[in-house]
């Protein structure tokens, strides 16, 4: 199976609830779409300074994390990033990788909207069972 990518839009959730308190307009609210790598083995969703400088996402911590190579490095991690794939929607953290690197969509995000890798298709696709709403375990 080759690379999977898919059209993700992100939106920083901060300026939503600024919106629905009318301290700003909707059409203030920092959004983007991007091509992002589906990285199943990566844990969250990774972007870079390029994307963090546009949305500008709140900075809340830093945190280790291991990359393919082996290597440990501290990235600055950010919160309230809302992602939308087709009907579905999440809110989560993000890593700060350095520069331009790919954005990479990991394995949290993907689980909490219900979406799956279609292995023929080569692509991200919303769960075939749950077609309407995203369905969790709990």
Same mark, same amino acid.
């Given at each position: 199976?080759?690379?999977?990518?898919?059209?993700?839009?992100?939106?920083?959730?901060?300026?939503?609830?600024?919106?629905?308190?009318?301290?700003?307009?909707?059409?203030?609210?920092?959004?983007?779409?991007?091509?992002?790598?589906? &990285?199943?083995?990566?844990? *969250?969703? @990774? %972007?870079?300074?390029?994307?963090?400088?546009? $949305?500008?996402? #709140?900075?809340? /911590?830093?945190?280790?994390?291991?990359?393919?190579?082996?290597?440990?490095?501290?990235?600055?991690?950010?919160?309230?990033?809302?992602?939308?794939?087709?009907?579905?929607?999440?809110?989560?953290?993000?890593?700060?990788?350095?520069? &331009?690197?790919?954005?990479? *969509?990991? @394995? %949290?995000?993907?689980?909490?909207?219900?979406? $799956?890798?279609? #292995?023929?298709? /080569?692509?991200?696709?919303?769960?075939?069972?749950?077609?309407?709403?995203?369905?969790?375990?709990?």
């Amino acid at each position: 199976m080759g690379a999977i990518f898919a059209d993700i839009e992100l939106i920083n959730a901060e300026d939503i609830a600024y919106a629905r308190r009318h301290y700003i307009g909707e059409e203030e609210i920092k959004r983007m779409y991007v091509n992002i790598r589906v &990285d199943t083995g990566t844990d *969250l969703l @990774c %972007i870079n300074e390029s994307i963090q400088e546009q $949305l500008q996402f #709140p900075i809340v /911590e830093k945190r280790k994390a291991q990359l393919a190579n082996g290597h440990i490095v501290e990235y600055d991690v950010v919160s309230c990033v809302e992602l939308r794939f087709k009907n579905r929607r999440t809110i989560c953290s993000a890593m700060i990788l350095p520069g &331009d690197a790919e954005p990479l *969509l990991g @394995c %949290i995000p993907l689980e909490d909207m219900d979406v $799956l890798i279609h #292995p023929l298709r /080569e692509e991200l696709i919303v769960n075939p069972d749950h077609p309407y709403f995203a369905q969790m375990k709990v």
